[in-house]
């Protein structure tokens, strides 16, 4: 089953994200949008933030590199989805996260138990759901 979004659909979701974290009490200093489809709503949630130092994209593989000599307390790492087979930072292990305080959001998440869920994420989506965002 396939699921076109609206701009105005991610604008609403990357505003109820804004919203749960401030709920949270976290504000990044760092927003990574990981590419491909995390890189726009990481951008529209970085302009709600006035205190963020930087916005980054990048694929998850080369998170670590980029951060690495930032001195950077708290990183928000957005994706669009995510899925089963998403990463989880397990995959890629590196003493350096031990130091951030990270956070992930992603503006849509399947509801799988087996994996590990975002901190704050829009709404759960069914395995067999696709995603079809706008700027695709």
Not at 7 to 15: F, G, L, R
Not at 85 to 91: A, C
Request: glycine share 4%; hydrophobic share 45%.
């Amino acid at each position: 089953m396939k699921r076109n979004l609206s701009w105005a659909e991610i604008e609403n979701a990357c505003e109820y994200l804004v919203e749960e974290m401030m709920l949270d009490d976290y504000e990044p200093d760092v927003v990574v949008g990981i590419s491909p489809d995390g890189m726009i709503p990481a951008a529209l949630i970085a302009q709600k933030l006035p205190k963020l130092k930087q916005l980054f994209a990048a694929p998850v593989k080369d998170i670590g590199n980029l951060l690495y000599t930032f001195p950077i307390k708290r990183c928000l790492l957005v994706e669009g989805v995510m899925t089963r087979e998403s990463w989880t930072f397990e995959d890629y292990g590196n003493v350096f996260w031990s130091r951030i305080d990270y956070h992930v959001a992603a503006v849509h998440c399947q509801a799988h138990a087996e994996h590990a869920k975002p901190n704050y994420f829009s709404s759960l989506i069914n395995a067999d759901m696709q995603i079809i965002y706008p700027w695709n």
